[in-house]
């Protein structure tokens, strides 16, 4: 079914898929951040502003993400890759529509993003097929722990899922082999955003627990892991900015702002981003 989509709408996009999707995965990121940022502000202490529904704000975001999925799915030249971004963003939609359906959109999130990453093995090198490993983990433990109702998973989940945030410096990087190519910009930033981090995290505790429960969802992690997902965050966007690799930086944006995926809404960003930083490979 998939194929036959894509065989009908691809023609009537003359070339532009690539661009057609960078722009759907692009709003993705927009509409995660934008959600990020609203649960962070109705959140902070004595926030009087104007009134956002954190819950409206979610489903909004969910819309958004799962349709780029199905955007992306229907304009990719892999069959098997845009079967598995359509399970990611079909499914997306109707865990929107019905609570009964948040137990097979979790299996069919898995599932997809494990076919995409299958796929993308095949061109990977080792480093980067090794941090897909460690995301695909991360969303699969996620949401055993929190749809599926391992919660003792919790904390294993939220380790893995940061873990996997601070290996997203291996799509940015263009040759493992020579620290001649490293972009020590990026690297730059990337420690002095773990540095931050752990100051501050030491400084105010307690703030620091709030603002990643609230906004990443993260429980049972110790501040270092905290501060190296922070590290590779910084590190793949300022590579990304500085290359102009746009897609790239959605992709790191959408698995960061996401956090841990132990629900549905911040596992189908996850699966997204995902997506999005294994495309990076095809294209170097």
Not at 37 to 54: D, I, M, T
Not at 67 to 74: D, E, G, K, L, T
Not at 89 to 97: E, I, K, R
Not at 178 to 184: F, N
Request: glycine fraction near 12%.
């Amino acid at each position: 079914m998939t194929a036959a989509l894509q065989q009908r709408v691809r023609p009537l996009l003359h070339g532009g898929s690539h661009s057609l999707a960078d722009v759907a995965v692009g709003a993705a990121a927009v509409a995660v951040a934008a959600q990020y940022l609203a649960v962070l502000f109705v959140n902070a202490p004595g926030y009087a502003g104007v009134p956002v529904s954190p819950g409206l704000a979610t489903g909004v975001s969910t819309a958004v993400v799962a349709a780029a999925a199905i955007a992306v799915a229907v304009t990719d030249a892999d069959p098997l890759t845009g079967i598995g971004l359509l399970f990611v963003g079909v499914f997306g939609l109707l865990s929107l529509l019905s609570s009964a359906a948040a137990l097979p959109a979790a299996a069919a999130i898995v599932l997809g993003t494990a076919t995409v990453a299958a796929v993308a093995g095949r061109r990977l090198d080792l480093v980067s097929a090794a941090a897909v490993a460690l995301l695909v983990a991360a969303l699969s433990v996620g949401l055993a722990s929190g749809v599926g109702g391992w919660t003792g998973l919790r904390p294993v989940a939220s380790t893995v899922a940061l873990l996997g945030i601070a290996s997203t410096p291996a799509f940015a990087a263009t040759d493992w082999r020579s620290l001649s190519t490293a972009d020590w910009g990026a690297v730059i930033g990337g420690l002095a955003a773990f540095a931050v981090v752990l100051s501050v995290g030491r400084a105010v505790p307690f703030v620091t627990g709030a603002v990643t429960l609230t906004g990443t969802g993260v429980v049972g992690t110790s501040l270092p892991v905290i501060a190296l997902a922070a590290a590779g965050a910084v590190t793949t966007a300022s590579a990304a900015s500085r290359t102009r690799r746009w897609p790239l930086l959605a992709g790191v944006a959408l698995v960061a702002f996401a956090g841990v995926p132990a629900s549905l809404p911040r596992a189908l960003p996850f699966a997204l981003g995902i997506a999005a930083l294994t495309a990076q490979e095809g294209r170097r």
